[in-house]
């Protein structure tokens, strides 16, 4: 069967990637370049208290001892740190007020394009926002509403005026500083993200987003995301992410750290949709994230949701130490590259109380000249027994000039662990799309057809409202890379 | 890095070049001196690298062994020591003694016209040009200090040579023995070589003979031609004390079909890099491997199957029973190139922990540059089945029994990719032996019978 791939092809590589605009707000940047002043300065800046200073200088002074780890299967041109500036603050105005009401119009116009008007739709959808540009958190929607519950949704700065003691106890505890170059990077340089705190018993009533946006030229965006589900709460977390159109590459190095206490449930989802490169390969964001849940208490449970259709550069492992007795961590992921993009993206499941549950469900997809792995580390310490994990990971591959990897490992400490894993590739066969054409479908949508099908048992684990925009981004991601 | 295990194989080499050189021939002194600057540049491989994750390789070397670097010959007589013929099956039979090839008449060796089957060495002195053309040509030195290590020493070794459209009928075994009165280091070589639609099978099995520490370096390379037949069934029984590492090349023309099966009975450390390559269009490989492991013994199998071009063909599987404080390890990647379309690959390791301190660590990886192909592959670590232990046990079987049973099916599997019947029944027992510990160590075979 032959199939008709040029006019489609052509017309994928010329989708463009509608996020691309750049928005004119005025924008504090501080110099290019990394030392120790400028941590101070950026820490300064926040008017953070002495601990965070120095948690902050002993992250940078272990950075500087590092080297940029090459394990991954990436070709990643060299970066140098010393040419990005760590900090820009799009509401810092000259002169004028800075309270949140009077947020530049052009910002908001910015996240209305972007699909997320703070105010109105999402009081409709029913979720509380906060978004973050560059570098600081601009807005924050339904504090109220969750402040009444006890519900703690904020920006990581304001977390720290307000609720230091909490901060304090959890920051770095999931991810040190030294846990890996990025993580090091990020610990000295993280300007702003969310913190969420649930308290006991509380069940968050809405779901809570955060939206990225890289706005500023030669800027890297290093948030920290800290989320902390007390016994028996219960919160859905969502992510998403644009960027401009820039030739150059952009860098995000973030770290989420999600605490889950006894009988508390967090589900994560992140729509990730950095600006991936042109055809050519040209520019991109370089995404390198540490992503890491502890399920500390008894019978906790959490759920990683990710689906992953941008950034030239993908570097990214949510993972969940299980140490609880009884818990459970799921980790569902669609990774689509296309044209020149690189994901080398995956988990980490790692056993160590008695009893837990860890299932992993990965599916790469790949078209163009894009390589796309899976990396995943399951670990059963001595301790845990009846352990019990599921993973399996499939490739999809669109085209001959692809590649599709998979580099799973199992460590396995004790003898009452069952640990299956599986991974099949393949392409979309002939048959299939035979019979979708026989049906009167024509090719290109009996691919999209099939691709959502292939995916579907991620997309389900999403909220609604990001399942629809998911799926939407999967057709767009992939138009025209039949062939 | 530390240098200090490599320090003193570097000195010897310094001062013994010519004494090695002496002993051994032209061919397999060429590439030499290149290795030495390989291994001074590269050390042992540490766990560091992601190939060695699981297998400290320098501190087996720290200790001072004796290398038989002035060719000695030990006074043992293979025949009166060793009677492990497998029952019903005629063999061509051969011995190797720690790494020089033995060099007693063989009654039972009966080779076609044209084929060579003897000492490295000596085979090397006689025909140059086959060395030259094949020796080393598959094991780069630059890429891994341990291959760069045996190349350094290796002073002799197998050679095996069938000529184009030649069958062997009769399979041949060779076996290693290890026979020393102080710790000893070998460093053992095999170039097999099948030409155009050669066919021959090959049974390789590892003893050790004395209570002493041994540590046996191997390097294999095996070149198959064009719609040839090669099976090689390696089999090792040794002890608590030795250590193996072996590493495996194999390049296989179009159409040809290999069999690897490696099993491990009983060891002390083993660690086996196997690396396939498939360069010519239909050839097929099938990898297998099965370990025993009790007390503190570790096993690691690392595998790569290179598919270079189109229409290639890989099954993979490997069975651990790990008992004890065993540790296992199985890494195995299989690599489809750009353009190698219609592949068709599955791989495939499970394994067993028996207890709380028996570790398994499992790796499989793919690797696909090439969309129209079909991959697959799987990994499980876990325990016997409860569900059948119970339905045994209600049966009357006892739970130690039903234990046995189970475990012993397990591996079958692995047993069953033999295609020597004889060899297939011989190892059925040896594994049932094993399980029942029954052979606590190989005590020369005599018990066998």
Known sequence: ?483 | MNMKAEQQYIDLFTQCEALICRHSAEGLNAPRAKAFADFERLGFPTRKQEKYKYTEIGTFFAPDFGLNLNRLEFPVNPYEVFKCDVPNMSTSLYFVINDSFDKHDHPSAQLPEGVLFGSLRELAMQYPDLIKKYYGKLADTSKDGLTAFNTMFAQDGVLMYVPKNVVMEKPIQLVNILRADVNTLSNRRLLIILEEGAQAKLLVCDHAMDNVNFLSTQVTEIFVGENAYFDLYELEETHNSTVRFSQLFVEQQAGSNVLLNGMTLHNGTTRNTTEVQLVGRGAEINLCGMAIADKNEQVDNHTTIDHRVPDCTSNELFKYVLDDQAVGAFAGKVLVREGAQHTSSQQTNRNICATREARMYTQPQLEIYADDVKCSHGATVGQLDENALFYMQQRGIPLKEARLLLMFAFVNEVIDYIRMDALKDRLHRLVEKRFRGELNKCQGCAICK
């Open chain 1, 1 to 483: 069967m032959q199939l008709e791939p040029n006019k489609y092809v052509k017309e994928l590589t010329q989708e463009k990637y509608k996020y691309g605009f750049t928005t004119d707000v005025h924008t504090e940047i501080i110099e290019k370049g990394l030392n120790e002043d400028v941590v101070r300065l950026i820490s300064e800046k926040k008017g953070e208290p002495e601990w965070l200073l120095d948690f902050r200088l002993k992250a940078y002074r272990y950075w500087q001892t590092l080297e940029m780890p090459t394990w991954a299967h990436l070709t990643i041109p060299e970066i140098d740190y010393q040419a990005i500036s760590y900090y820009a603050d799009p509401t810092k105005k000259k002169d004028g007020p800075k309270s949140l009401d009077e947020v530049d119009p052009e910002l908001l116009k910015t996240f209305n394009k972007l699909g997320i008007p703070l105010e109105e739709q999402l009081a409709l959808s029913g979720m509380a926002v906060d978004a973050v540009m560059d570098s600081v958190s601009v807005k924050t929607t339904f504090k109220e509403t969750l402040m009444e519950k006890g519900i703690i949704f904020c920006s990581i700065s304001e977390a720290v005026r307000e609720h230091p003691d909490l901060v304090k106890k959890y920051l770095g505890s999931v991810v040190g500083y030294r846990d890996n170059f990025f993580a090091a990077l990020n610990s000295a340089v993280f300007s702003d993200g969310s913190f969420v705190y649930i308290p006991k018993g509380v069940r968050c009533p809405m779901e809570l987003s955060t939206y990225f946006r890289i706005n500023a030229a030669n800027t890297g965006q290093f948030e920290r995301t800290l989320i902390v589900a007390d016994d028996d709460s219960y919160v859905s977390y969502l992510e998403g992410c644009t960027a401009p159109m820039r030739d150059e590459n952009q860098l995000h190095a973030a770290i989420v750290e999600i605490v889950v206490m006894d009988r508390a449930e967090v589900k994560y989802s992140t729509v990730q949709n950095w600006y991936p490169g042109d055809a050519e390969g040209k520019g991109g964001v370089y995404n390198f994230v540490t992503k890491r849940g502890n399920c500390k208490g008894r019978d906790s449970k959490l759920s990683w949701t990710q689906v992953e259709t941008g950034s030239a550069i993908t570097w990214k492992y949510p993972s969940c130490i299980l140490s609880g007795d009884n818990s459970t961590a799921e980790f569902y992921s669609v990774a689509v590259t296309n044209n020149f993009q690189q994901a080398d993206t995956g988990t980490k499941m790692i056993h160590l109380g008695k009893n837990t549950r860890s299932t992993i469900v990965s599916k790469g997809i790949s078209a163009g000249r894009s390589q796309n792995s899976y990396r995943g580390l399951v670990r059963v310490s001595e301790k845990a027994d009846n352990a019990r994990n599921y993973s399996q990971c499939d490739s999809l591959l669109l085209g001959s000039h692809c590649g599709a990897h998979t580099f799973p490992y199992m460590d396995i400490h004790n003898e009452t662990a069952v640990v299956e894993h599986e991974a099949t590739t393949s392409k979309i066969s002939e048959d299939q799309l035979f019979y979708c054409n026989q049906r009167g479908i024509p090719t290109e949508d009996a691919v999209g057809l099939i691709v959502n099908g292939y995916a579907k048992e991620v997309l389900n684990k999403l909220p609604m409202e990001f399942a629809v925009e998911a799926q939407k981004l999967l057709s767009v991601s992939l138009e025209g890379s039949v062939g």
